[in-house]
């Protein structure tokens, strides 16, 4: 894709969303809400930024919310970690310390829900090869992966994230920018389905995706936050790391401190964190750096940060000496996904005449 057409699909996403937001606040009880993450290390605050604050906020909204734990999603590009229970675990710990609430939402773990995996079968039936090959998001998961091969569950991993958005009719999905492509299948498999399988009364919604302000938080090395990339400042790290972390934060060489993203995008995304923790706007804090360079500005990102990850760690030490709660919130949530999982299969196979 060039990069004009992709930054055409982006302002197009990002347009979507602006509307969403008008209805979000006007008719909450329209949505479904469903959103995860792979359990491959602690969330970090691309995560914070780019999604969870805006689950929380769909669920203040009263939106109906649901949680994925994509734990079927760890192999795709790894070995079984030994520490997967307690990566799951840690993932559930994240989500209450940010203030999802698993009174109000569903928080689930896609292996513990078989009917939902089920819904691949009919999926894959309504993707082309050509088209799962052209999704840039696999291509760059599977080179930062470093593997050998590409194997067939990370190539059709958008196809198991439809099922993962669709099995509970989800019309709202909280995403950073790198998950657009995915989602952009999820709307093409859902109106696929509906063509072929249920044309007079659409079965399935269009999920739209919900951007936040910072659809894509760099790491300290200057690409994308990831957990497996070890460029990340996690809700789980102490205060003294946040603060060494920050001085490795890569910038560049003009003192004079600017908010330009697309020339500067190092130095604009730590103008960009601090903005989101301090609620000025970067350009007012740029102003205020200016000629006292970027060491000035990572220790004004250290303290503002800090503080505002203070309450969020302070929680998750709270809920993670208690493992039990943790995998109780774990278990329910994903018996309610289960019912949830098992109509929508019924309802498919009966449009699908295979209800025998
Ligand atoms: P991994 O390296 O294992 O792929 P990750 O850090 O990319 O981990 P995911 O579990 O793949 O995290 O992503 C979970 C959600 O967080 C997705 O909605 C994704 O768009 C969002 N997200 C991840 N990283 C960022 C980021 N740097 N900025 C904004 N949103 C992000
Ligand atoms: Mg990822």
Do not use: W
Not at 21 to 45: S, Y
Not at 178 to 201: M, T, V, Y
Not at 228 to 241: H, K, P
């Amino acid at each position: 894709m060039s990069t004009s057409s992709k930054r055409e699909t982006f302002e197009a996403a990002q347009s979507r969303s602006f509307a969403l937001e008008a209805e979000l606040e006007t008719h909450p009880d329209c949505f479904r809400m469903l959103t995860g993450d792979r359990p491959t290390g602690p969330l970090h605050i691309g995560h914070l930024f780019g999604t969870l604050l805006n689950r929380v906020r769909m669920q203040e909204l009263g939106v109906d919310v649901f949680v994925l734990v994509a734990d079927y999603q760890t192999i795709t590009d790894r070995d079984l970690p030994d520490e997967l229970r307690a990566d799951v675990l840690g993932l559930v710990a994240d989500y209450l310390a940010v203030g999802i609430d698993p009174d109000r939402a569903t928080i689930f773990a896609h292996s513990q829900v078989k009917a939902l995996n089920q819904l691949m079968i009919p999926f894959l039936s309504l993707v082309s090869v050509a088209e799962l090959k052209r999704n840039p998001t696999v291509k760059e998961e599977f080179t930062a992966s470093g593997g050998s091969a590409m194997n067939a569950l990370l190539f059709t991993y958008p196809v198991h994230q439809a099922a993962d958005i669709l099995f509970c009719r989800a019309n709202v999905v909280p995403v950073g920018k790198d998950q657009l492509p995915h989602l952009e299948l999820a709307r093409l498999i859902a109106r696929r389905f509906n063509d072929r399988f249920s044309h007079q009364r659409s079965f399935f919604p269009e999920p739209n995706a919900l951007l936040s302000q910072a659809p894509l938080v760099l790491g300290l090395d200057g690409t994308k936050m990831s957990k497996s990339r070890n460029n990340s400042i996690t809700l789980v790290m102490d205060e003294d790391e946040t603060a060494r972390l920050i001085k490795t934060a890569k910038t560049d060489s003009h003192r004079r401190i600017t908010f330009d993203p697309i020339h500067r995008p190092e130095v604009s995304n730590l103008l960009l964190i601090t903005s989101l923790c301090t609620g000025e706007t970067p350009e007012v804090i740029a102003d205020e750096v200016a000629d006292r360079g970027s060491g000035y500005l990572k220790a004004r990102l250290t303290e503002a940060l800090n503080e505002r990850l203070r309450p969020i760690r302070r929680r998750r030490r709270e809920v993670s000496k208690d493992p039990v709660l943790l995998s109780t919130v774990l278990a329910r949530g994903s018996e309610q996904a289960s019912a949830i999982a098992d109509q929508t299969l019924g309802q498919l196979r009966g449009l699908m005449n295979m209800s025998y």
